[in-house]
């Protein structure tokens, strides 16, 4: 069974650096063909993804977001760490992670509230 | 905006069916994914490739993708269906989602 939870600060202030960590289980990020994928939902809108990281190393963002994101994979840990730059209060949403291409399945869902 | 569009809500009848478009152009030549969303919890991958559903998903979800449109369909409609719907594609390595759809069972 494959399960994935996303996690880290609930609040964080305009400008700073936002971190958030997927913590997984039941797959391997060294296996052939798997991937993390992040994607963010501000409160009352629609899904937005920002990126994703796979098991070679290849990464992909979404080029809205103008160099601001960058994701890693702690493989030995089976996590992956998604980092956001220059936190503004449209950033403010519920982040995700989800399992490789197909997004399935989702983890639970970090409310992350950004505002001084 | 958003690439693909789909209608912002849509509403039915228990035991009716529902048709959820998501748009844009040469859709068709992309394969799409479904993804119901229910309030306060995690989106769930309901149909991918267009008309695959993935396991445990009801045989009364089904897909297609031609043309412009992809429908993913939803027959003899229940109350549990009531969420929120989302498509989503591949563009060159980027993934896009739909503006979502509201589906209300009535």
């Known amino acids: 069974q494959i399960t994935l939870k996303a996690s880290g600060p609930s609040v964080v202030k305009p400008t700073q650096t936002l971190t958030l960590t997927c913590t997984f289980s039941g797959f391997s990020l060294s296996s052939t063909g798997v991937g993390v994928a992040w994607i963010r939902q501000p409160p009352g809108k629609a899904l937005e993804w920002l990126g994703v990281i796979y098991w070679n190393e290849d990464k992909r963002y979404n080029p809205s977001l103008n160099s601001r994101v960058s994701i890693t994979k702690v493989t030995s840990k089976n996590q992956v760490v998604f980092t956001m730059t220059n936190l503004d209060p449209v950033d403010t949403g519920t982040y995700f992670c989800?399992?490789?291409?197909?997004?399935?399945?989702w983890g639970q869902g970090t409310l992350v509230i950004v505002s001084s | 905006s958003y690439d693909l569009t789909q209608p912002p809500s849509v509403s039915v009848s228990p035991g009716q069916t529902a048709s959820i478009t998501c748009s844009r152009d040469k859709l068709g030549n992309n394969y799409v994914s479904w993804y119901q969303q229910r309030p306060g919890q995690s989106p769930v991958l309901v149909m991918y490739?267009?008309?695959k559903r993935p396991s445990g998903v009801p045989e009364r979800f089904s897909g297609s993708n031609s043309g412009n449109t992809a429908t993913l369909t939803i027959s003899g409609t229940q109350a549990m269906d009531e969420a929120d719907y989302y498509c989503q594609t591949w563009d060159s390595n980027i993934a896009v989602f739909g503006g979502g759809t509201k589906l209300t069972v009535l």
């Open positions: 490739q267009d008309k």
């Open positions: 989800a399992h490789s291409s197909r997004f399935d399945p």
